[in-house]
């Protein structure tokens, strides 16, 4: 970007927000200048104050909407509830946003976040640095590549995300439907079914048996499982849990023509002989005898979470000079595969994607109300 920058205030000096306010201090991001926060008691002026750096720190984001000379683009890391108004408030004065995620709590508040960006014509990126992880690179290259074929079967298994009575208990909003508008698949999940939609598209429809408290002493869901129909008679299994003690991270990605099974950081990549299909129709013995299977190992190093390398995209992309790694329009699918489960588990059957947005709110109020 050449000493380029653009002038960004950041919304948000949480856990997620100090990482990004130190990283752009440290001149780790490069083309982005902090120069306003929002900070809403005096320990996070102090901390921000701490920096060393001309930063205008306003107590309420109204505040920063009222001064908006101060930035060119907004980041907002606030609670999930707060975004599509921050957002909006941002695209409304002309500025670029950089969102966490998710968009929202539900699709209707994607939606708007996404027609807002549109109508200003700014850029709206979202925080799904999981993108690049060059696990996820690799698979993404091999399915564009169709190396597999046609895709017959996926199921994916995530405990990695083991969380405490301590950790729900962190912040007045966290683990509720009035809140956070649910629990893990809102939550941790969103990176996950961001992975998922962006390597397989989005299902034509689901049934999701969600475990409300299955750990914890609250309403809204620390485990699930999700089975998805695709076209074609793709079949998906997706189970998350945040109960768990033994770390797993678990997807197999079965096709006629190959196989991907990745373990944590480990890539087994199975090739077939032949198309699988094709044989089991024309082979003239019982089994596998006559069909054989090349696998390849790939292992990848653990890497430092890419929030700088996705800050910097952001920044480029303000400048033209690349697109988004995460174009925050995208979003909108995560939180319709998370309404979409709940609205099956409070329904007990099966559903139709897109779902009616409208009935959502409505089913989601009902449960805000019983909390």
Aim: glycine fraction near 6%; aromatic fraction near 10%; hydrophobic fraction near 40%.
């Amino acid at each position: 970007m050449n000493g380029k920058y653009i002038r960004t205030a950041l919304i948000g000096i949480g856990v997620m927000g100090k990482k990004y306010a130190k990283m752009i201090c440290d001149g780790e991001v490069k083309g982005i200048m902090l120069t306003a926060v929002v900070c809403r008691n005096s320990d996070a002026a102090k901390w921000v104050k701490a920096l060393g750096r001309d930063i205008k720190i306003f107590e309420s984001a109204e505040k920063l909407f009222e001064n908006p000379d101060y930035y060119d683009a907004v980041i907002i890391a606030t609670p999930h509830k707060s975004h599509p108004q921050l957002a909006n408030n941002a695209f409304e004065l002309g500025k670029h946003v950089m969102c966490d995620k998710p968009a929202g709590i539900s699709v209707s508040d994607a939606v708007k976040m996404s027609k807002a960006a549109e109508k200003s014509n700014k850029i709206y990126a979202m925080m799904f640095h999981q993108r690049l992880y060059p696990k996820h690179i690799k698979i993404k290259e091999i399915l564009n590549e169709g190396r597999l074929g046609d895709l017959k079967r996926i199921m994916l298994v995530n405990s990695r995300y083991l969380r405490t009575s301590h950790y729900h208990k962190s912040g007045s909003w966290r683990s509720s439907w009035s809140g956070e508008g649910g629990g893990a698949l809102i939550n941790q999940g969103q990176h996950i079914l961001d992975i998922w939609q962006w390597l397989f598209d989005m299902p034509q429809s689901l049934y999701a048996d969600i475990c409300f408290g299955k750990y914890n002493d609250f309403k809204v869901d620390d485990e699930l499982t999700i089975q998805m129909r695709y076209k074609n008679n793709l079949t998906a299994v997706f189970m998350l849990t945040t109960g768990e003690a033994v770390h797993q991270e678990r997807l197999e990605i079965v096709g006629n023509k190959g196989k991907i099974l990745l373990e944590d950081d480990t890539l087994h990549i199975y090739s077939y002989s032949e198309n699988c299909d094709d044989y089991i129709k024309t082979a003239k013995v019982n089994s596998r005898e006559n069909l054989s299977i090349n696998e390849e190992i790939i292992k990848f190093d653990k890497i430092e979470e890419p929030y700088a390398q996705m800050l910097e995209n952001f920044a480029g992309a303000v400048f033209g000079e690349n697109t988004l790694i995460a174009d925050g329009r995208n979003a909108v699918n995560p939180i319709m595969l998370t309404n979409a489960a709940y609205y099956s588990a409070w329904k007990g059957e099966a559903v139709k994607l897109p779902i009616d947005a409208d009935e959502y709110d409505r089913m989601l109020a009902a449960h805000c109300e019983q909390e």
